[in-house]
T-cell receptor, first 112, second 115 residues
Framework: GNSVTQMEGPVTLSEEAFLTINCTYT??????LFWYVQYPGEGLQLLLK?????DKGSNKGFEATYRKETTSFHLEKGSVQVSDSAVYFC???????????FGTGTQLKVEL | GAGVSQSPRYKVAKRGQDVALRCDPI?????LFWYQQALGQGPEFLTY????????KSGLPSDRFFAERPEGSVSTLKIQRTQQEDSAVYLC?????????????FGPGTRLTVT
């Protein structure tokens, strides 16, 4: 079956530090991959996506590259801000399907 | 415009009670999804509607769970004879697409606590 594995949190960084949140997946076929973010008190929001191998999704300074050979979709940001503090979820969608499969989420805390 | 709204935001139920959770999707969105999110976990798929048709209910954990979307807009998730293991946040999401592309708009969730 499909599954997503994320690095455990919380991850605590100082402002302007480099961020990496690891995500690997298991899926049949060629899934689309997503990062969703949940800010405190808000609903999940799509952050970025990639639909095929070697695609790079990017948004708000965050990037993730779809790596088929390592079945990974790691989230990176060069310089985090306090406002990036949130829970980040990696997810996948298999072709023709409608249900997202999520990882367990990684909490990020950015301090001044 | 308005996003996905859910009500109530918090619900406390005694074990054995029935509960009904409401979702108002974004106007015009064809697809509607329900997820269950246990504490410290990611959301898990429960069921999916395309307009009023329930096309996938493979994630519903038992026959105590029932969802409907009779007019293709508002949806209700009903849990009968609630158990403690039903305690979770229930998320609703909608999408304007008929076929899946993963871009779903989520509501804030209903936190259900069964005592």
């Amino acid at each position: 079956g499909n599954s997503v594995t994320q690095m455990e949190g919380p991850v605590t960084l100082s402002e302007e530090a480099f961020l990496t949140i690891n995500c690997t997946y298991t899926a049949t076929g060629y899934p689309s991959l997503f990062w969703y973010v949940q800010y405190p008190g808000e609903g999940l929001q799509l952050l970025l996506k990639a639909t095929k191998a070697d695609d790079k999704g990017s948004n708000k300074g965050f990037e993730a590259t779809y790596r088929k050979e390592t079945t990974s979709f790691h989230l990176e940001k060069g310089s985090v801000q306090v406002s990036d503090s949130a829970v980040y979820f990696c997810a996948l969608l298999t072709g023709g399907g409608n249900k997202l499969t999520f990882g367990t989420g990684t909490q990020l805390k950015v301090e001044l | 415009g308005a996003g996905v709204s859910q009500s109530p935001r918090y619900k406390v139920a005694k074990r054995g009670q029935d509960v009904a959770l409401r979702c108002d999707p974004i106007s015009g969105h064809v697809s509607l999804f329900w997820y269950q999110q246990a504490l410290g976990q990611g959301p898990e798929f429960l069921t999916y509607f395309q307009n009023e048709a329930q096309l996938d209910k493979s994630g519903l954990p038992s026959d105590r769970f029932f969802a409907e979307r009779p007019e293709g807009s508002v949806s209700t998730l009903k849990i009968q004879r609630t158990q403690q293991e039903d305690s979770a946040v229930y998320l609703c999401a909608s999408s304007f697409r008929r076929t899946g592309n993963g871009e779903q708009y989520f509501g804030p969730g209903t936190r259900l606590t069964v005592t």
